[in-house]
């Protein structure tokens, strides 16, 4: 018992000893400022697509009440 004690307690000390040393001793690095740049507005979406896809749907609708 007294021996799993004190491995308990050298595994313990050793994981924890180990955030002792996260930093180091080297100079900081200085990172370069971002520089925000102004971006172009987005394209307009084509309506195209939209009115193709109503195209679509009333076609759908036109057969479908035809059916009956």
């Given at each position: 018992?007294?021996?799993?004690t004190?491995?308990?307690?050298?595994?313990?000390?050793?994981?924890?000893?180990?955030?002792?040393?996260?930093?180091?001793?080297?100079?900081?690095?200085?990172?370069?400022?971002?520089?925000?740049?102004?971006a172009?507005?987005?394209?307009?979406?084509?309506?195209?697509?939209?009115?193709?896809?109503?195209?679509?749907?009333?076609?759908?609708?036109?057969?479908?009440?035809?059916?009956?």
């Amino acid at each position: 018992m007294r021996i799993t004690t004190t491995l308990a307690a050298a595994a313990s000390i050793a994981v924890l000893s180990t955030s002792a040393f996260a930093g180091g001793m080297s100079e900081e690095v200085m990172e370069a400022p971002v520089v925000m740049e102004e971006a172009a507005p987005a394209p307009a979406g084509s309506s195209t697509a939209t009115i193709i896809v109503l195209g679509v749907l009333a076609a759908a609708l036109l057969y479908a009440a035809s059916e009956n």
